[in-house]
């Protein structure tokens, strides 16, 4: 895994880089992993975009979860945030990290046990080192459970609003 240190970076440049916080399981896992990704916003100075597309709590495939479950905010503590239906118009074209996102659209539909496990490490590496990666785009699609801090965890359940 290559990371290199952060860098000072124009505004410009800091909306064009993304943590996604993209997940489809149980609700506290959901609020782990996002708390997870808004450390690491935090830290590197991205954008934080929450999509839970496809929720297990929802039949509604392309309607966001999180949207559905708390008020759409657009900053948390000084971190940039797109939740609300803007993130169905975004398009984030890569590099991703973990690397398994760059496949094509069609390719990434299922993803095998085999894969989740490896990605969730990489992940869990990225988010403990103090170091950035080069890539745009970092998808935080894994159980991140215990990858943050309490503060972070504090920080997320203060600024939801059910």
């Known amino acids: 895994m290559r990371f290199s240190r952060t860098r000072q970076r124009t505004c410009s440049l800091k909306r064009d880089r993304y943590v996604v916080s993209r997940r489809r399981t149980g609700f506290g896992d959901c609020l782990w992993s996002l ?16 999509g839970w597309r496809g929720s297990c709590y929802l039949n509604q495939p392309f309607t966001n979860a999180f949207t ?21 118009q975004l398009s984030f074209p890569g590099p991703f990290f973990p690397s398994w996102w760059n496949k ?10 085999e894969q989740i496990f490896p ?14 990666t080069d890539t745009n785009r970092v998808v935080c699609d894994a159980c991140l459970m ?16 059910p």
């Open 146 to 161: 215990w990858r943050c801090d309490q503060a972070a965890e504090r920080q997320i359940f203060q600024s939801l609003k």
């Open 68 to 88: 559905v479950f708390f008020e759409p905010i657009q900053d948390i503590a000084g971190v940039r945030v797109i939740c609300d239906d803007q993130i169905n």
């Open 104 to 113: 094509p659209t069609i390719e990434s539909v299922y993803r095998p046990d």
């Open 119 to 132: 990605e969730r490490d990489e992940l869990t590496e990225l988010l403990q080192a103090q170091d950035d």
């Open 35 to 50: 708390a997870a990704a808004w450390r690491y916003a935090q830290r590197t100075g991205r954008t934080l975009a929450i």
